[in-house]
Each structure stands twice: as structure tokens, then as C-alpha cells.
């Protein structure tokens, strides 16, 4: 299974600030995803982070609010911008094996006042 | 509806008892199921994946019946160790993003 590392931890906030979170794992993959899971749901896809392309969004996420960069094949970030106290929430990189089995880094944990 | 569903529970079932969590999912041409296993505060991981001729890991063995669309997971023997919430996981494309339930709260007590 894939070692991902990802910060930071956690990060408390201003409204109207931005964070960016890293991700970084420890083999080439081709694909990075980037889930976001607020208090008491489950985890929600808010895109896919291809490398030498741009990102692949879902329903309801838009680029300016969650730019994403993917440089190489080990590393990504995801960026939540101009933040609101509803951005407060788990996020979460992940990466596939070759068995469709998905392996996650250990989160970011964001409260914006 | 949802795209993969899940009773939310929460089961709380003492511990040795045998407890079942079933879990729906809406599009039939789905092609790769798990169960994931999330501790409070932690990221998921993976538990088991599911395979069409049922897949048995210790004390957790887990279905899948395609023609209604419906996963499993029994825990037999239940410990302290098992509270936790349960994710069911769907993949409908090889590559693509997987989709998660809500989960199934499991508390299980002495």
C-alpha cells in the first residue's frame, strides 16, 4: 500500500483566508483524489487531480474555490480559498492501487471562525 | 436517490455477538466494492474488499448479491476493537473515484 503524507494536521483559521494542503506520497501514481468529509457525513469527492493536466471537478466544487496543483507524479495540493466557516471540515488525499483499493492520507482537520 | 446507501445505526451490540451491516447501491454497473473502516477523527482504511463469490477475513465476511444491488458485512464475535464506523464503497469505473455511504456507527460494549 501507498505512504501519503499529508499536511498539515490541522488548521484553525480566518474567514476570508486561504490554506493550502500537501499531499505527498511515496511512489508515482497517476491519479491523486481529493475528498472533503464534514462533521458527521461521509466523505464527499471534490476532485481529481491529474498530473500535466488540469483537475477534474465534481458537482458543486468549482476551481477558484479549491485550485489544485499536481507538479509530479508524488505530490499534490489542494488549496480552499477565500474560507467561510461552512468550509470547516476533514479534508482528504487519497491514491489507487492497481486493485482499485484506495489509501488515504491521515487528513486535515479545518475549522474557519 | 442516493448513489450508495447505508443504515447509519448506530448498532450497539455487546461484545461476542454477530451483528450485519447491508448496504445498497444504485448503479448496476458498479464494478468494485470495499468496506471501509473509520475510527473517530482518523481517515478511513481500508477493511476488506468484496468479492461477487463472497469473501470471508477472520471474523468479517463480506457479500455481494449484483442482481439486487446489495453488499454485507458480518462481524461475528464482536470485540471492543470493532466500535467504529463502517463504510460501503463503491467503484463504478476502473480509475475513477470511489463513492462512499454514509456509514454504519458500530459501538460495541462489555
Known amino acids: 500500500s501507498a505512504v501519503i503524507s499529508q499536511k498539515p494536521s490541522r488548521d484553525i483559521c480566518q474567514r476570508g483566508t486561504s490554506l493550502t494542503i500537501q499531499c505527498q506520497v511515496d511512489?508515482?501514481?497517476?491519479?491523486m483524489f481529493w475528498y472533503r468529509q464534514q462533521p458527521g457525513q461521509s466523505l464527499t469527492l471534490i476532485a481529481t487531480?491529474?498530473?500535466?493536466?488540469?483537475?477534474?471537478?465534481e458537482s458543486g466544487f468549482v476551481i477558484d474555490k479549491f485550485p489544485i496543483s499536481r507538479p509530479n507524479l508524488t505530490f499534490s495540493t489542494l488549496t480552499v480559498s477565500n474560507m467561510s466557516p461552512e468550509d470547516s471540515s476533514i479534508y482528504l488525499c487519497?491514491?489507487?492501487?492497481?486493485?482499485?483499493?484506495?489509501?488515504f492520507g491521515s487528513g486535515t482537520q479545518l475549522s474557519v471562525l | 436517490r442516493k448513489e450508495v446507501e447505508q443504515d447509519p445505526g448506530p448498532f450497539n451490540v455487546p461484545e461476542g455477538a454477530t451483528v450485519a451491516f447491508n448496504c445498497t447501491y444504485s448503479?448496476?454497473?458498479?464494478?468494485?466494492f470495499f468496506w471501509y473502516r473509520q475510527d473517530c477523527r482518523k481517515e478511513p482504511k481500508l477493511l476488506m474488499s468484496?468479492?461477487?463469490s463472497g469473501n470471508e477475513d477472520g471474523r468479517f465476511t463480506a457479500q455481494l448479491n449484483r442482481a439486487s444491488q446489495y453488499i454485507s458485512l458480518l462481524i461475528r464475535d464482536s470485540k471492543l476493537s470493532d466500535s467504529a464506523t463502517y463504510l460501503c464503497?463503491?467503484?463504478?469505473?476502473?480509475?475513477?473515484?470511489?463513492?462512499f455511504g454514509k456509514g454504519t456507527t458500530l459501538s460495541v460494549s462489555s
Open positions: 487519497s491514491v489507487k492501487d492497481g486493485n482499485e483499493k484506495l489509501f
Open positions: 511512489s508515482q501514481v497517476t491519479m
Open positions: 487531480a491529474n498530473q500535466g493536466s488540469e483537475a477534474t471537478y
Open positions: 448503479n448496476s454497473a458498479s464494478q468494485s
Open positions: 468484496v468479492y461477487s
Open positions: 464503497v463503491v467503484s463504478y469505473q476502473a480509475g475513477t473515484a470511489l463513492i
